[in-house]
């Protein structure tokens, strides 16, 4: 289905290797107000902010890997750091064999990038003329360019969608383009940065099989970023736990979730209101009541099996429904475990 | 390389033709624009000669020049800064910096484009000027001339490019630079030769006026057209310039880039 876009993976290669890897920005300083204004002028204080420190991160060809963080974690710029946008501090980083921030012919061929915030295409041309111009910087022939933007436009739905002024297109529309625009030379290893901010349900659908697909079919290594817990959970078998620079969880979804809200969530309506044991059964919490006759449960796993047998016991049950927390409920749990304020990362000089 | 990097031009260069015709009735006005300064200039000078004035140039060498300065300043002209300096602060270099495609490479092609689709408004304009002027209007017929003359003018472009990528990175380490760049205008429209042939300008200062870079930007490309001898150091010094230029320009730039934080992408 997608033989023009191979990958050309090699496997048992690392796609990405990184050791220590460290990125400070400096900045300066400015009181607010004229006064502080007219301060910076003659003096400026500078401070350097940790954004990454001492990352170790290794992804395996065809691995997709998630990157969790809240805003100003350092996410984004380790995809900087992985795509070669800016240099590191310190460390070692190496991306496909090469290193990034040399921006090689032969490292760009191989990686594509998509930033949901900023657009790769050009606004006043059909998305068709950009894809024409990728042609030409990537180097494919006429062949090789007919037979992906055919198969691209099969697989996103594009129809007559390439001939509009990109412009004109709807978010969910332009996306898709950008979409076929990053994947148009068959990148080995994809860096996705937010791809489906401010999407509707469908369009968010539609990346996500899109970049499952290109993953499963293609071998294609992704690196993605996204606030969507839905997104990381429907492509992510493996996620990274960033926060003030510093990895703090590797592993898969679950088992993040699990340690950090490891009871299950049941909800039982019941014909009237329950009567209750007083004690509740052990590892048993009553956390919600929406309604006389609804109940809302915390269970610990171990016990989850007892407490279905006994909630009959409580009264004619019409319905009952047994989850995991909330994905995002577990990122709420996740950072409120982490420290807001940032001290030691930062220092100050004159 | 150079296969990929030329094709990836021509494209560049098509798609900048494409853009600006979208924009035609702005293109119009732009090179409307053009015109009003050195149409003035040449009959304030020729008011001033009438009116007895000694100048130290022939009156017919002074109508070709403002007759052909529009297009010169024109096709040596770069607009790159102001979108350079925009794409570091804004994030949008960092779309250049994960292609395999230098964004000076598009600035070139966007140069190049925007030449060519002026051209097309600009030549029947001159061509009308050039007509009321003609009996005062004296262009050489010797080839050579009018290679020198395509020469001089691309040592002009690359100087006036290299500025632009100069002033441009000065965003890597500065949020504003467009006081920069209006500064340049004003100084690069006098001691090109744009606002009045540097011939005119006091003795004293001509000395200094042949040797900077400005000068090789309009005044020493009509100079080769126009000017009995075609002056060979001016070649030597364009080239000079050209080249000092685009190194001092890729030192900055990569400078530049070494501590870029691609804020905002």
């Not at chain 1, 019941?270 to 590892?283: K, S, W």
């Amino acid at each position: 289905m997608m033989s023009a876009l191979s990958t050309r993976s090699h496997p048992g290669d690392v796609v990405v290797r990184c050791r220590d890897l460290t990125k400070h920005f400096r900045y300066h300083e400015q009181q607010p107000g004229l006064a502080g204004t007219v301060r910076a002028l003659l003096r400026r204080r500078h401070r350097t902010r940790v954004a990454v420190e001492g990352l170790d991160l290794d992804l395996a060809p065809g691995e997709v890997c998630g990157l969790l963080g809240r805003n100003g974690a350092g996410k984004t710029t380790t995809i900087k750091m992985l795509c070669g946008l800016i240099q590191p501090t310190a460390g070692e980083l190496s991306v496909l064999g090469e290193r990034p921030s040399r921006r090689s012919f032969t490292f760009l061929r191989q990686i594509s990038v998509i930033f949901g915030q900023k657009s790769m295409l050009w606004w006043d041309l059909p998305a068709y003329d950009s894809l024409l111009l990728h042609r030409r910087m990537y180097d494919l022939s006429r062949s090789e360019f007919d037979l992906a933007v055919g198969q691209l436009s099969e697989l996103l739905e594009l129809g007559d969608l390439l001939s509009i002024p990109v412009r004109r297109l709807s978010l969910g529309q332009r996306m898709r383009c950008e979409l076929a625009l990053a994947l148009l030379h068959s990148p080995r290893l994809l860096f996705a940065d937010e791809p489906t901010i401010g999407l509707d349900v469908l369009g968010k659908r539609v990346i996500r099989d899109f970049l499952a697909r290109v993953n499963v079919e293609l071998g294609t290594s992704i690196v993605l970023t996204s606030h969507d817990m839905d997104d990381v959970a429907a492509l992510c078998p493996r996620v990274v736990l960033i926060d003030h620079g510093t990895k703090r969880y590797d592993g898969d979804l679950t088992g993040l979730a699990r340690s950090v809200r490891p009871a299950k969530q049941m909800m039982v309506t019941f014909t009237a209101e329950p009567q209750l044991p007083d004690p509740l059964p052990p590892g048993v919490t009553v956390v919600g009541r929406p309604a006389p006759d609804v109940l809302q449960l915390d269970i610990d796993r171990e016990w989850l099996a007892e407490v279905l047998t006994a909630v009959s016991g409580w009264g004619p049950v019409v319905d009952l429904e047994v989850t995991d927390a909330d994905l995002d409920e577990v990122m709420v749990s996740v950072f409120d475990g982490f420290p807001e304020q940032r001290s030691p990362g930062e220092s100050r000089s004159a | 390389m150079i296969a990929r990097t030329a094709r990836t031009f021509g494209a560049l260069v098509s798609r900048d033709i494409q853009i600006t015709l979208t924009y035609r009735a702005w293109l119009f006005w732009l090179l409307l624009g053009n015109l009003p300064v050195p149409v003035i200039s040449l009959l304030v000078w020729q008011g001033a000669a009438a009116l007895g004035a000694e100048l130290s140039v022939e009156q017919d060498y002074l109508v070709t020049y403002f007759v052909l300065v529009a297009l010169v300043s024109m096709l040596t002209s770069s607009w790159s800064a102001g979108f350079l300096a925009d794409s570091i602060r804004l994030g949008d270099l960092a779309s250049w910096l994960v292609r395999p495609c230098s964004t000076h490479l598009n600035g070139i092609a966007n140069n190049v484009a925007e030449k060519i689709a002026k051209l097309v408004l600009m030549v029947p304009m001159v061509a009308v000027l050039a007509l009321l002027m003609h009996r005062q209007i004296s262009l050489p017929t010797d080839p050579l001339r009018w290679l020198g003359f395509g020469v001089a003018i691309v040592l002009g472009s690359v100087i006036m490019f290299a500025l632009d990528v100069l002033i441009g990175s000065l965003a890597f380490w500065v949020d504003e630079v467009s006081g920069v760049l209006r500064a340049k205008s004003l100084v690069a429209g006098v001691l090109s030769g744009a606002v009045l042939p540097l011939a005119l300008m006091p003795a004293v200062l001509q000395p200094a006026l042949a040797v900077q870079p400005f000068r090789y930007v309009v005044s020493f490309p009509l100079e080769v057209l126009l000017l009995p001898t075609i002056p060979g150091s001016g070649f030597a010094l364009a080239t000079g310039w050209a080249a000092a230029l685009s190194a001092t320009a890729a030192v900055v730039w990569r400078i530049g880039l070494r501590g870029y934080q691609a804020a905002g992408a």
